[in-house]
């Protein structure tokens, strides 16, 4: 099994571009998330998923999209990219199952010029 | 909302002695579980241990023991014998059982653990 995987690794954007983060899981699990670490705060979660075609949003969804057509994709879009949006993103997913705890990807790096 | 709070930015321990890093939550619900994970330098997130709410013991898991004091909600995680490896950061996280399908877990700010040989 690879997991819960993340790509790209690295992006470096300007302000005003869109990108899309991708996440991908082989574990056939129900529940997904999205999460940004910013130094000093931990992880913050954008967005979450619980099953195919059904997202809500998380502490900080501004400024991001998300659509879980599939079960074993969840895609980050970020609509129109800010240097706040400078951060890791991390994608993590969970069977939904007590204790139900995140399998995180390895994360992506992203710079907003 | 609920609320994870790691009030330890920085801590030192010596190699092989024990350590304990702080967390307290605040929550209204009275089901919900409490996780804590270990950060390395190299970035990946590793799960470490679990805690329910109902569950009448404290959670161990090897080196790692959770000292859940349910009516101070804390949820501390006592690391024995350290080692370097154990040099990370480490976030406690919460999530709230009530809602049926609820995926929302909150971390705490982290706590940066050193050990010195």
């Known amino acids: 099994n690879a997991g819960v995987t993340q790509t790209p690794k690295f992006q470096v954007l300007k302000t005003g571009q869109s990108m899309t983060l991708q996440c991908a899981q082989d574990?056939?699990?129900?529940?997904m998330s999205w999460y940004r670490q910013d130094p000093g705060m931990g992880l913050r979660l954008i967005h979450y998923?619980?099953?195919?075609?059904?997202?809500d949003q998380g502490e900080v969804p501004n400024g991001y999209n998300v659509s879980r057509s599939t079960t074993e994709d969840f895609p980050l879009r970020l609509l129109s990219a800010a240097p706040s949006q400078t951060s890791v993103y991390f994608c993590?997913?969970?069977?939904?199952?007590?204790?139900?705890?995140?399998?995180f990807g390895p994360g992506t790096r992203l710079t907003v010029l | 909302a609920q609320k994870i709070t790691q009030t330890q930015p920085g801590m030192f321990v010596q190699e092989k002695e024990a350590v304990t890093l702080d967390c307290t939550y605040d929550t209204s619900d009275p089901s919900y579980g409490l996780f804590w994970y270990k950060q390395p330098s190299s970035g990946e997130m590793i799960f470490l241990i679990y805690?329910?709410?109902?569950?009448?013991q404290n959670a161990t898991e090897g080196r790692y023991s959770l000292n859940f004091q349910k009516a101070r909600k804390s949820a501390n995680l006592v690391i024995s014998a350290s080692q370097l490896g154990d040099s990370a950061m480490y976030f406690c996280?919460?999530?709230?059982?009530?809602?049926?399908?609820?995926?929302?877990?909150?971390f705490g700010a982290g706590t940066r653990l050193t050990v010195k040989p």
């Open positions: 993590a997913s969970s069977s939904g199952l007590v204790p139900n705890e995140q399998f």
């Open positions: 574990m056939n699990h129900e529940y």
């Open positions: 805690q329910g709410s109902y569950d009448e």
């Open positions: 998923s619980v099953g195919a075609g059904i997202t």
């Open positions: 996280a919460m999530r709230e059982f009530a809602l049926y399908n609820n995926n929302d877990m909150r």
